[in-house]
């Protein structure tokens, strides 16, 4: 495949960094094919640092939806959730993280700059770990000159 040419994920994530002075970044997490009972999850820890974070503790309005059909989700501890579908529709889960953490083990959002780790914004998706993974980020509207730093390497980029 040409350079920059990937296939399709099969899990996507969409970063909005929606609002600034609330420190919250909102994420669309996007399951095509999920199990009839599909189990999420975010890490307590994170390697390299050898605390225990639970970043579930900042996720805030889990939603879960198949067309416009809402699902409930059984959040089964701390951390995990679980919610019955239908394999064959796509699973969308809308949620917000909290980033008001400025170590560089978790996030950070307000007016000046954003920044996190996977690991305190994307649900884990069970079964779906060897899957392609995509994540599109969505810069502020209110900042004109905003620029994105990663270590991913872009599939496309909007100028």
């Not at 350079?3 to 994420?27: M, R, S």
């Not at 309005?61 to 059909?69: D, E, H, K, M, W």
């Not at 059984?74 to 400025?102: F, G, H, M, S």
């Amino acid at each position: 495949m040409p350079k920059n040419t990937l296939p399709a994920p099969a899990i996507h994530y969409l970063v909005e960094a929606a609002d600034l002075h609330a420190h919250l970044f909102h994420i669309t997490l996007t399951v095509p094919r999920p199990a009839a009972l599909q189990r999420l999850c975010l890490p307590v820890w994170i390697p390299g640092s050898y605390l225990v974070r639970e970043f579930a503790k900042k996720l805030q309005g889990l939603q879960a939806r198949q067309g416009t059909r809402a699902l409930d989700l059984a959040q089964i501890d701390k951390c995990t959730w679980e919610v019955a579908c239908q394999p064959t529709r796509p699973l969308v889960l809308r949620y917000a993280v909290y980033a008001n953490d400025a170590s560089v083990r978790t996030a950070w959002l307000d007016a000046t700059r954003g920044f996190f780790n996977g690991t305190s914004l994307f649900l884990k998706v069970a079964g779906a770990e060897e899957h392609p993974h995509g994540v599109d980020i969505v810069a502020p509207s209110q900042l004109p000159d905003w620029k994105l730093a990663t270590g991913l390497e872009p599939v496309r980029a909007a100028k």
